[in-house]
């Protein structure tokens, strides 16, 4: 499931860079939003539109903002069955004495794999990170080279990553651009905003001791359909956060790094959200297995006629106003003959605004056909001539 994850965000890398372009490079300034923070992008996860950049590609530390990455090699596995959520992790030496942010985790003693995650996606506890990559991959440095990898297969190109808790280290980096990537791969885990959507809990120790967790992600309190990811600061990465939010059927991520302050912070993160979701809308311009043309000949074949349907969805996020605009064209395969398979492409469905490519999918044959018998040309040839 993983891999497919992969290829199906590497093929959007691939089909919708032009429509991030479409977004009319530096109008977003105009339109409204005054960033104060130096890098931030706005991306809408299901389609990986960039409809806001400022300084995406700029690399640059973003301290605890990076564990949306550690959260998802986390999910990954689950999924893959490595570790279950009521599996225990022991805790280790090495993890217990980890610094900065922590829940306080017992030296030697055991969790829920879940309680860790929830540690973790709450208030961003670097021991339970420690504890759970040290218990998914063996070591930390495994699992930080499993972060490296994953991230080359998402296309998240510029960024390297030294630990999986995003405590400061002068080699490490990623790009706004990168995390809103990742993060949109995170979003594609069902329950990845379970508890990051939590803004106080808490995590029961032996003999009674309780650690308070809070949400360092106030908009997760103070914005309507914010439920992640995470958030970061440091003295070298300054105030990061990777800030996602859902209304209807559209999730968008806000990545803001290098902010001055958290106020910085979460103001710019807001006013991203607000933007996108009051200037853009999603649309879904084919499902799998429409029917784009009915009857289309195949020579040589029988039956004669295939319909043609589309392969994929396409899914867009338009700006509001632009729905009229829309214009679909099929592109059919020259000289395609009989046989054809089910399934197979006989042309491309091309979906435009004005000029502008905003969306494409194959369009494949929606049953086998067959190359004629002798015989069955000869009568159908004989019904031409006597029926006219």
């Not at 005054?34 to 530390?61: I, N, W, Y």
């Not at 996108?276 to 799998?288: C, E, P, V, W």
């Not at 829309?326 to 042309?347: F, Y």
Request: charged share 25%.
């Amino acid at each position: 499931m993983r891999r497919v994850l992969s290829v199906f965000l590497g093929l959007l890398l691939l089909v919708y860079p032009f429509c991030s372009i479409r977004a009319e490079e530096g109008e977003e300034q105009a339109a409204g939003i005054a960033l104060q923070s130096p890098m931030a992008v706005l991306m809408d996860t299901s389609t990986g539109q960039v409809l806001v950049e400022k300084a995406g590609d700029q690399k640059a530390p973003a301290a605890s903002a990076i564990k949306v990455m550690t959260l998802l090699l986390l999910y990954d596995g689950i999924e893959e069955g490595r570790l279950r959520m009521e599996d225990t992790v022991q805790v280790s030496d090495n993890a217990a004495k980890t610094g900065g942010t922590r829940a306080f985790l017992d030296r030697g003693a055991s969790y829920k794999a879940e309680d860790l995650i929830k540690a973790i996606s709450v208030c961003s506890a670097n021991d339970a990170s420690v504890a759970m990559a040290e218990a998914m991959y063996g070591s930390t440095d495994a699992f930080v080279a499993q972060m490296n990898a994953r991230a080359k297969e998402l296309g998240a190109n510029n960024s390297l990553f030294t630990t999986c808790t995003g405590l400061d280290d002068e080699n490490s980096y990623t790009t706004a651009r990168d995390l809103a990537i990742i993060a949109s791969a995170l979003s594609r885990h069902r329950n990845a905003s379970q508890y990051t959507a939590i803004y106080m809990d808490q995590i029961n120790h032996a003999e009674g001791r309780v650690t308070e967790l809070t949400n360092p992600n106030r908009l997760v309190r103070f914005y309507t359909g914010c439920d992640g990811y995470a958030t970061g600061s440091s003295n070298l990465a300054k105030y990061c956060g990777v800030i996602t939010a859902k209304k209807g059927e559209t999730r968008l991520v806000a990545v803001i790094l290098g902010a001055n302050d958290s106020n910085m912070r979460f103001d710019d993160a807001r006013a991203l959200l607000e933007y996108g979701f009051a200037n853009y809308t999603q649309r879904m311009l084919a499902k799998k297995g429409e029917i784009l043309r009915k009857n289309v000949e195949i020579p040589g074949g029988t039956p004669k006629y295939v319909n043609l349907v589309a392969k994929d969805d396409i899914r867009v996020v338009l700006k509001r106003g632009e729905e009229n605009q829309i214009k679909k064209e099929i592109e059919l395969l020259p000289d395609v003959q009989a046989p054809v398979e089910m399934g197979q492409k006989l042309g491309t469905l091309n979906v435009y605004i004005g000029d502008t490519l905003i969306g494409q999918s194959d369009a494949i044959a929606e049953a086998q056909v067959k190359r004629a018998t002798l015989w069955e040309a000869v009568n159908t040839i004989l019904r031409y001539w006597i029926m006219g």
